[in-house]
């Protein structure tokens, strides 16, 4: 009998160590699902001027896309700095961008939309509004003689929820929650003209 009963226990503590790991393997790729991740991103630099390139993963979490539905709009911020770093000083920032992009839905239309700045676009479906603001180009001009052929740069990159536009009880709501905290990580690259 007792020989029976160590077989059960082992076998038992076998498929729990195999249901944990199968926990460890999957749960992280579970939660990348929500979020915004950094695809890719690239500088690319002439004349004077710089062109950023970016393309990121936005998925909202379902508190963040109920919220929208019912008219509350999002904003999200995206970070841009290109600096060059000096072991003698401080480091030197060449270029620090923010844009900030406005998505909201329109129940009357049935449409979302995005703003950036005085631009506005409609969208039939959220997965394509999403798609539009995750693909960033933008070129911009930088002062005469700032970038130098010689020179590496760092650049640092994010796309985040700004929870400080939303109205008053949302952010309450916001603090310290998982589901309106949405936000890449910092991506660092080195860029050499």
Request: hydrophobic share 45%; with cysteine; charged share 25%.
């Given at each position: ?13 076998f ?26 991103a ?14 990121f ?33 401080f ?10 992009y ?10 979302y939309?995005?703003g ?5 676009q ?20 930088v002062e ?14 994010r ?11 949302f ?23």
């Open positions: 009998m007792t020989g029976s009963s160590t077989r059960c226990c082992r076998r038992s503590s498929i729990a160590a195999l249901a944990a790991l199968w926990v460890a393997v999957t749960w992280p790729s579970m939660a990348r699902a929500e979020g915004i991740e950094v695809r890719k690239a500088v690319t630099i002439a004349d004077d001027a710089y062109v950023l390139e970016a393309d993963v936005v998925a909202l979490t379902p508190t963040l896309e109920d919220a929208l539905n019912k008219g509350v709009s999002l904003y999200f911020l995206l970070e841009f700095e290109l600096i060059r770093p000096r072991w003698f000083w480091n030197d920032k060449i270029a620090d961008l923010q844009q900030q406005r998505l909201s839905y329109n129940a009357l239309t049935r449409q939309r995005i950036v700045g005085r631009l506005y409609n969208f039939a479906r959220l997965s394509d509004a999403l798609e539009f603001m995750s693909r960033v180009r933008r070129r911009e001009e005469t003689g700032a970038l130098r052929k010689d020179a590496a740069y760092t650049a640092a990159l796309l985040r929820l700004d929870t400080s536009q939303l109205p008053r009880p952010q309450l709501s916001a603090l310290g929650s998982r589901e309106w905290s949405v936000s890449s990580d910092w991506h660092r690259w080195t860029v050499a003209p």
